[in-house]
């Protein structure tokens, strides 16, 4: 039997959960579809920059996060991969919260609402126009959709069935993530700068330390693909680094890991599937913004959604409000998150940066800013 609905959501992350929550509010029928099943570790320095609250607030889930454990951030330690750094305050009160619990927690909050919330499926396929509607195959079911959107994140096996081009340029990153203990970072977001790359910490709920790294395939090879090795030959030539490991104990079991991870943009739309999130375009994990970002795309898509349903926005009229907003809001941050990221890897730019910001804070301030799309 084939089933209807008027937007298909593919992805169960930050964008696709938002956007469910916000279209099934609407009264629209819903359908969002995840791969995974929940609560599942995922990659990412899980902390949310302060913007976040604000999405939050909107999407009705701010006391459930709270009540998660969500813990307060309002504190940075920058170090260069000599050990020298600066400290300052955040521009606001950022939050620590695992993407375990955030995850399934808005997964929730989207079935909530009234969206059909399905884990554990994967969509294979998708054909069709805005003008004359979708077919979906999940698994092996065919949905009807009236509209569909792409929040499958930062690679996706249906990033090849939509053709994408960004698929064809290789990169030379890869990054790892564990949760810890031993070590007090309560209210601090610390990022080390080591050759290569940097690496994050900072508390999520429980008290548990949240290690996010992002670095080079070369660095991971000459360690023999093992992360252990790799974080004593490379991380731990940063000082800090090294005492910080020296201190602590992993509580995952094992490492979440991802390579092949691009900063350009990917484009808002393949064929006429509306992209958010990561596969749109992802920000440079040293501006612990990619999570805002996956939220707000979701803001300003569904304007245009509702438009497109109720027949006052023909489909190029979506096409175009759509990408207009999202460029308007994007992309000055997105060129600037990858010249930082730049800045982080490379230890004569990574320890000028760092001499830099401690001796001007202000710039800190005026950067962190512009990271957050101010001007
Ligand atoms: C090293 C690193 C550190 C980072 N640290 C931070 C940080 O500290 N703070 C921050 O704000 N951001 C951080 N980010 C970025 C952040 O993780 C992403 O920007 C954010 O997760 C994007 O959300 P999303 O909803 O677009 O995608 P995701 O959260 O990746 O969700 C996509 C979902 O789609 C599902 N999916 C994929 N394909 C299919 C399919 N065919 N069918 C069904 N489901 C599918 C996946 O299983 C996944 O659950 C970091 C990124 C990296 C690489």
């Known amino acids: 039997m084939t089933r209807h609905c008027d937007v298909l959501i593919v992805g169960g992350g930050l964008a696709g959960c938002s956007a469910a929550i916000q279209l099934a509010r609407r009264g629209y029928a819903v359908r969002l579809v995840e791969k995974r099943r929940y609560p599942a ?37 920058l170090t260069a991969p000599d050990g020298r750094g600066c400290r300052g305050r955040l521009p606001g ?45 999940v698994d092996e079911e065919e949905v009807r959709a009236r509209v569909v959107l792409g929040a499958f994140g930062r690679r996706s096996t249906l990033d090849r069935v939509l053709q994408r081009p960004f698929l064809r340029q290789s990169t030379p990153w890869v990054a790892f993530k564990a949760h810890y203990t031993g070590v007090d970072v309560a209210g601090v ?26 670095g080079q395939a070369d660095a991971l090879r000459a360690a023999g693909g093992r992360p252990e090795a790799y974080i004593a030959q490379t991380l731990c030539r940063n000082p800090v680094l090294a005492e910080r490991f020296g201190a602590m104990t992993r509580l995952t079991p094992s490492f979440e890991a991802v390579s092949q991870i691009t900063f350009r943009v990917k484009g808002t739309f393949a064929g006429d599937v509306g992209l958010l999130g990561d596969a749109a375009g992802m920000i440079a994990p040293l501006c612990g913004d990619g999570m805002a970002m996956a939220l707000r795309s979701a803001e300003l898509v569904v304007p245009p959604v509702e438009g497109l349903l109720a027949g006052t926005l023909e489909p190029e009229a979506f096409r175009e409000a759509y990408s207009r907003a999202w460029q308007q809001e994007f ?30 804070p202000r710039l800190g301030a005026w950067l962190v800013h512009r990271t957050r799309g101010g001007s």
Not at 54 to 65: H, S, T
Not at 193 to 213: D, H, I, K, M, Q
Not at 336 to 352: C, D, N
């Open 41 to 77: 570790h995922r990659l990412c320095g899980e902390f949310l920059s302060p913007e976040v609250q604000g999405q939050f607030e909107r999407l009705g889930v701010a006391g459930a996060v709270r009540a998660a454990g969500a813990r307060a951030i309002d504190t940075f330690w």
């Open 93 to 137: 009160t950022a939050l620590g919260l695992s993407r375990y619990t955030l995850d399934r927690l808005l997964f929730e909050a989207a079935a909530g609402a009234g969206a059909v919330a399905e884990a554990g499926r994967t969509v294979r396929g998708v054909a069709g126009t805005l003008a004359e509607g979708f077919r979906v195959r």
């Open 189 to 214: 977001i610390e990022l080390h700068a080591f050759p290569g790359g940097y690496c994050g910490l900072s508390e999520v709920e429980g008290g548990r330390v949240n290690v996010c790294w992002i």
């Open 331 to 360: 992309r000055a941050r997105l060129r600037l998150g990858r010249w930082l990221h730049r800045a982080g890897e490379r230890p004569a730019l990574a320890r000028l940066a760092v001499g830099t910001l401690a001796r001007w």
